[in-house]
């Protein structure tokens, strides 16, 4: 039977946050696109005045949670409708899609940042339940990522970036699992959905017996990490 999928199926993103009100001159707007069902937007919203979030996901943006500061809409980052001139301390974007990318070049005066943000893999402090995991991303799943996944592997560093660049701290989110939570979030991933509408669920299952078969007793808490990516600029 296929988990049940939750808001907190995805990781918490609480010092990337921290990261970008710290860098942003000024704590008025902050622009997140694409913001998904809004985790990042929300805890913008704690830390800027205003909070705009698009995305072009009518689907995603629905279950978002509501905030005071947050301005939700269904729009591409392209058509987010937010001209140059607004100004936008911090802005921030997951997951472009490659050719539709094209960052502007409007006058820089230094009063914004622009953020291309990503998490990378995540790994598991347990090496045996680590090379599952492993295998399963890169291997099973490899030919049914999306072509422009290959931007998050990189950390953005092959998009035009015509930005003077800000330095930006290591960050990586870490949370403490039990496996119905891992499955439940590598459930989310577009990979794995790509590999049910052509196969079936024969794959997955097996990954997910390996995993139990690792991980031991279902209630074992184990520490994972996503290393962050977050490319910089100034405006």
Do not use: K
């Amino acid at each position: 039977m296929r988990p049940s999928m939750r808001r907190t199926d995805r990781p918490n993103q609480g010092a990337l946050a921290d990261a970008l009100a710290d860098a942003a001159p000024g704590q008025s707007v902050a622009l997140d696109c694409p913001c998904g069902t809004g985790q990042l937007s929300v805890l913008l919203a704690d830390r800027f005045e205003h909070v705009i979030a698009a995305d072009a996901s009518a689907a995603q943006v629905a279950p978002a949670r509501p905030h005071a500061r947050v301005a939700y809409s269904v729009a591409p980052a392209e058509r987010s409708g937010q001209p140059a001139a607004r100004a936008a301390s911090c802005r921030s974007r997951r997951q472009p899609t490659g050719s539709n990318f094209r960052p502007s070049t409007p006058r820089c005066d230094g009063s914004r940042i622009l953020a291309l943000i990503t998490y990378w893999v995540l790994h598991i402090d347990d090496a045996a339940i680590d090379a599952v995991t492993q295998r399963f991303y890169g291997g099973t799943l490899g030919p049914y990522w999306p072509p422009e996944r290959r931007h998050v592997e990189d950390g953005y560093r092959m998009l035009p970036f015509p930005f003077p660049a800000v330095a930006m701290p290591e960050l990586a989110i870490r949370l403490s699992w039990g496996r119905s939570e891992l499955i439940g979030y590598t459930e989310t991933w577009s990979a794995v959905r790509a590999l049910e509408t052509a196969l079936g669920r024969a794959l997955i299952t097996a990954f997910q017996d390996a995993l139990a078969a690792a991980w031991g007793a279902p209630t074992v808490q184990r520490d994972i990490r996503w290393p962050l990516s977050v490319r910089a600029g100034r405006l």
